[in-house]
C-alpha cells in the first residue's frame, strides 16, 4: 500500500482565518514533507520530519507551522495567509530515515488552499 | 546554472512513438535520481526510481543514468494519450544537506 492521504481537498480561507492541512501514511515511512506547488511550477519543498523531529525547514513564513504528533501524521497550521500563499499543498512520505531524498517519496493528492 | 534543469517544451509526440525525456544536474555528488508523472491538477505519481548507471526498465518506461555526465532519461516507449502529462525530474542534491530538488518539467502531449 502505497497511500498518503490528505484532508481536506479544498480549503478556501480568509487571511484572518486559522485552518489545518491534515495528512496521514500508514507505509511505516520515517520521514514527511510538506511541499508547496504553484500553477505550472515544480513541487518547492517546505519542512521535512524525520522521525518526528522537524529536521528541514526552507526558510518558510512562521503564518505555515508544521507539526508531526506520530509517525503516520502529519499536520501544517496556517494562520493570517495572504493570497499569494494560495497553492497546492502537498503531503508526501518515504522510507528514508533521515529525509535526505535518498528514496523516493509517494505523494498524497493534495489540498488545493485558496486564500481570499 | 539550475540544479535540476528539463526542457521544459511541450514535446509532441505521435501514437505509439517513442518519448524522450532529458534531465541534467548540477551536483556530482547526487545519489538518487526519480521521475514523476503529474497529470493537470493532480498530484506527483512516481513512475520510476534509479540510483545506478546505466538503464533500468519497467514495462513501457526506461530510465538511464550517466553520472559522468550528471544526465539522466526517460524513455517511453509505445506512447498513448494517456501519457499526456509534465514529468517532473527529481534529484537529490546537496545544498547544505541533502535533499530533493525538482526539475521544472517537460510538457508531453501524445497526438492520437
Known amino acids: 500500500d502505497t497511500e498518503v492521504t490528505q484532508t481536506p481537498k479544498h480549503l478556501v480561507m480568509g487571511m484572518t482565518n486559522k485552518k489545518s492541512l491534515k495528512c496521514e501514511q500508514h507505509m511505516g515511512h520515517r520521514a514527511m514533507y510538506w511541499y508547496k506547488q504553484k500553477a505550472k511550477k515544480p513541487p518547492e519543498l517546505m519542512f521535512v520530519y524525520s522521525y518526528e523531529k522537524l529536521s528541514i525547514n526552507e526558510s518558510v513564513p512562521s503564518r505555515f507551522s508544521p507539526e508531526c504528533p506520530n509517525s503516520s501524521l502529519l499536520n501544517l497550521h496556517l494562520h493570517a495567509l495572504q493570497p499569494e500563499d494560495s497553492a497546492l499543498y502537498l503531503c508526501?512520505?518515504?522510507?528514508?530515515?533521515?529525509?535526505?531524498?535518498?528514496?523516493?517519496?509517494?505523494f498524497g493528492p493534495g489540498t488545493r488552499l485558496t486564500v481570499t | 546554472q539550475k540544479e535540476v534543469e528539463q526542457n521544459s517544451g511541450p514535446l509532441s509526440v505521435p501514437e505509439g512513438a517513442i518519448a524522450s525525456l532529458n534531465c541534467t544536474y548540477s551536483d556530482r555528488g547526487s545519489q538518487s535520481f526519480f521521475w514523476y508523472r503529474q497529470y493537470s491538477g493532480k498530484s506527483p505519481e512516481l513512475i520510476m526510481f534509479i540510483y545506478s548507471n546505466g538503464d533500468k526498465e519497467d514495462g513501457r518506461f526506461t530510465a538511464q543514468l550517466n553520472k559522468a555526465s550528471q544526465y539522466v532519461s526517460l524513455l517511453i516507449r509505445d506512447s498513448q494519450p494517456s501519457d499526456s502529462a509534465t514529468y517532473l525530474c527529481?534529484?537529490?542534491?546537496?545544498?547544505?544537506?541533502?535533499?530533493?530538488?525538482f526539475g521544472a518539467g517537460t510538457r508531453l502531449f501524445v497526438k492520437a
Open positions: 508526501a512520505s518515504s522510507q528514508d530515515p533521515q529525509g535526505r531524498g535518498t528514496y523516493e517519496q509517494y
Open positions: 527529481a534529484v537529490n542534491i546537496y545544498t547544505g544537506g541533502f535533499k530533493t530538488i
